[in-house]
Structures are given as structure tokens and as C-alpha cells.
């Protein structure tokens, strides 16, 4: 069987990663699988860029086009959102390929337009790496349930109308899909309720399959080794934090550590803890976080993130809304403990004071509480660690997640059989 993955990205992004992660997997284990995205970034001859070698540019024009329509509100920065008018062909691309199932990823930024998804030829898989699949436009909904009815009065849009842009794009997705041939695979538990919930995709076939990550890359290495890579001292506690827009990007809630560390560094004995920041360039004036704090900027590296998330104590994920959250599961492979808050889709990650701590949604104080208990004793520390590698390699490793697709890959083609 062949699988064609269509994705705005291959590598450039979480959604990406966890997208050109698949495809590398599935191709190791011997299924015909090709990548069609918007901008490639990798030198792997089984991605196929949309538009060739003008595919950076053309899909910068795409986005920008994309994002017109948003320019008559005064729109919030909750979420990014996706309008999905811009028309593009891709039937015959699709054709070309041959597949025997299309398999959806992340397609925002302007990449697929919503009425694309009618020209598919083949069954479709689509794994939802977010919410803008069942929502008027938002890849998030910061809480926001109008997706269960039709959308409209958007927040996020500053709008009280009920026929805004909002309610425009869910009515194209619902006029679009339906009847489609279509598999729905959301990430987390959470999502799935969500989706489950909307308008759009009540009666559609949904299956959780959870992101996987390669435990061979990411692995635990001697601290001492792991710290050395990265220039960091043999004798102090380090306290991780990252995603991409880790500053920028509000939904990460680089705000609520802020407030979490200033109540480390007030109320626990942490004076020997510092912070360390990924996935975002440094701010042009650093807030008062109370701890020593080094920001690493954007990491594309594997073996160097996986050398960062070893050399750590514990790593911080304080996301408002998060569909998964890959960093958590690329932490515990290399045997270091997660703190994150008790919502979304670290509720299927972290066992809570098992293999890290799950703090009470959205107090920054107990966020505070969970990293000094991991941190209370190294022997503590460690444990958690090895607790937290053991659960990514009975549940996320991607040999698992691979047989989970190639289950539901043979069930289609045999139902269409």
C-alpha cells in the first residue's frame, strides 16, 4: 500500500516533526509512504515540495493571501488561525503519486483550501494535530465552544455578530465535507472529546493514535556527557522549558512560568536551580523571572535537543490548551521528568507523581510546587526519570504508533476492498 502524507511542512514545526517523524518511521518499516508539503526543508527524496523550487516563496504569498480576511477584525492573538479560501489544485499532484490513501496533517497557513479535501480520489486519514479541523477558523479555542453549534460571535475576532467570519468558514467546511471518506485521528483523548463534540465531524470514524517519538534518538545520556555538549555546570539544577513561539505564543504560557518562577525563587530552595529556554529568540528585555535564565534560541538538531532535555532536571509545560504536547514525551525518552498543567493532552502523558507532576489548571503556584517536589532530591529525580522513559517506551515509542496507523491503513483498504 502506498500512503501519501500531505502537510504544510516537513520538518519546520511540532505538527511537522511529528508528520516527517511518521513518514521516516513507516518508510523503515517498509510501507510505501511519500510527503507532499508546501515547503520542504529536509533532503529527503520521498518529500515532494507542491510548488518546486519557488515552494517557499509561493507558499509565503499563500499564507499572506490567507490572512486577509482577518484584516476587518480586531482579532485576538489566542490562536492562529486559517481561513483556507485561497483555491489550489492539487488532484493532479495527488494523482500523479498514486496513493492508495491521503494521509492529512497539519495543512493551515494558507496551504490546502478547505474545498480541496472533495478532489481526493482515495480515502483519507487525517490526523488531528489541532482543533482547526471542527472550528470557524482558530487552531485553538482558548475555551471558546462555539464549534459545537456553527461557530459565529467569535471572540477571537473581537465580533457579535453572528454571521462573521467565523460562521463563513465553518459553513464551507460543512458544505465541503460532507460525505467524505474520511478517518479522523486525533492525538489525545482530549481531542477526540472535542472533536466528538463539534458540528462538523459528530458521526465521523475516530481513532486515537498518540504522537510517537524515535527512543532511540531520544535517549537518555550521562548528565555529565549530556551537560558538557551544551556548556552547562556539572553541580546545578536546571529547569527546562520549550516549544516553538515558546515566548511569542501566549498558548505556551511563557506567562505562567514567569509567575512560577519568581514563586521558586521566593518560596523553595532552589537558589542553585537555573532555567533554560528553547524554541524562541531571546526577548529584547527579559522579564524579572527570579532564576538565572539562558535563552538557547530555535534548536533544529535532534541529537542536540535530545542532548538539552537529558542535561536537564525536569522540563516545564505550561501550555493553556494543548493538543498533545511532543516535547513532553522527547523529555521523558531521555529520562527526564515533565511538570505540566492537569488539561488537554498531557493528561495522557504524565502519570501524576509517577512519572512527573500534574499541576492544578492554570495555578502557577502548584506549577511552582510540582518542579521543586521533582527537584526536592536527585535520588527522587531520578526516579521519576526512569519512570517517565519507561512509560514513552510502552506507550509513544514510534515502532507502537507505526503499527497503530499500519492497523488502521489495512482496515480501510479492506473495507474499500
Not at 511540532?14 to 518511521?25: E, I, P, V
Not at 518499516?29 to 510548488?51: H, I, N, T
Not at 556527557?225 to 555546570?233: D, F, H, K, S, V
Not at 523571572?289 to 538557547?296: I, R, S, V
Amino acid at each position: 500500500m502506498r500512503i501519501l502524507h500531505i502537510s504544510t511542512s516537513d520538518t519546520r514545526g511540532g505538527a511537522a516533526r511529528g508528520s516527517y517523524g511518521l513518514h521516516q518511521a513507516l518508510c523503515e518499516a517498509g510501507v510505501d509512504s511519500l510527503m507532499l508539503v508546501g515547503r520542504k526543508y529536509s533532503d529527503d527524496e520521498r518529500v515532494v515540495p507542491l510548488a518546486g523550487a519557488t515552494a517557499r516563496v509561493h507558499e509565503w504569498v499563500r499564507d499572506s493571501l490567507d490572512q486577509l480576511p482577518l484584516n476587518g477584525y480586531r482579532k485576538t492573538d489566542a490562536s492562529f488561525w486559517t481561513v483556507g479560501w485561497v483555491p489550489r489544485g492539487l488532484s493532479r499532484a495527488i494523482e500523479a503519486l498514486r496513493p492508495d490513501i491521503v494521509h492529512l496533517h497539519w495543512i493551515g497557513g494558507g496551504f490546502m483550501p478547505i474545498g480541496a479535501l472533495r478532489s481526493i480520489p482515495v480515502p483519507v486519514v487525517w490526523t488531528l494535530r489541532d482543533m482547526w479541523a471542527f472550528t470557524g477558523g482558530c487552531h485553538y479555542t482558548a475555551g471558546c465552544t462555539g464549534y459545537r453549534t456553527s461557530c459565529g460571535h467569535c471572540p477571537q475576532l473581537g465580533s457579535t455578530h453572528e454571521n462573521d467570519l467565523s460562521r463563513v468558514v465553518w459553513r464551507n467546511k460543512s458544505k465541503a465535507w460532507a460525505g467524505l471518506d474520511l478517518w479522523l485521528v486525533p492525538i489525545s483523548d482530549w481531542l477526540a472529546k472535542c472533536a466528538g463534540q463539534s458540528s462538523l465531524f459528530a458521526d465521523v470514524p475516530t481513532r486515537v493514535i498518540p504522537n510517537g517519538v524515535d527512543s532511540r534518538r531520544f535517549r537518555p545520556v550521562p548528565p555529565a556527557e549530556a551537560r558538557a555538549a551544551w556548556g552547562l555546570a556539572p553541580d546545578k539544577r536546571y529547569i527546562l522549558f520549550g516549544a516553538v513561539g515558546a515566548l511569542s505564543d501566549e498558548r505556551k504560557g511563557f506567562g505562567h512560568l514567569v509567575e512560577a518562577a519568581n514563586v521558586l525563587a521566593a518560596s523553595h530552595s532552589t537558589a542553585p536551580a537555573e532555567l533554560l529556554v528553547f524554541g524562541d529568540i531571546a526577548p529584547d528585555v527579559s522579564p524579572q523571572l527570579g532564576l538565572k535564565t539562558h535563552f538557547l534560541g530555535h534548536i533544529d538538531d535532534d541529537a542536540q535537543l535530545a542532548r538539552l532535555y537529558a542535561g536537564a532536571d525536569v522540563m516545564v509545560a505550561p501550555s493553556l490548551q494543548e493538543a498533545f504536547g511532543k516535547t513532553l514525551i522527547e523529555s521523558m525518552s531521555c529520562g527526564t521528568p515533565v511538570v505540566a498543567f492537569a488539561s488537554g493532552g498531557p493528561l495522557d502523558i504524565v502519570a501524576h507523581r509517577e512519572n512527573g507532576y500534574l499541576a492544578h489548571p492554570f495555578v502557577a503556584t502548584d506549577l511552582a510546587n510540582g518542579v521543586a517536589w521533582c527537584l526536592d532530591s536527585p535520588g527522587r529525580t531520578e526516579e521519576l526519570g526512569r519512570r517517565a522513559r519507561r512509560r514513552v517506551k510502552e506507550r509513544f515509542d514510534m515502532g507502537i504508533v507505526v503499527q497503530h496507523y499500519s492497523d488502521l491503513y489495512e482496515s480501510i483498504l479492506a473495507r474499500a476492498a
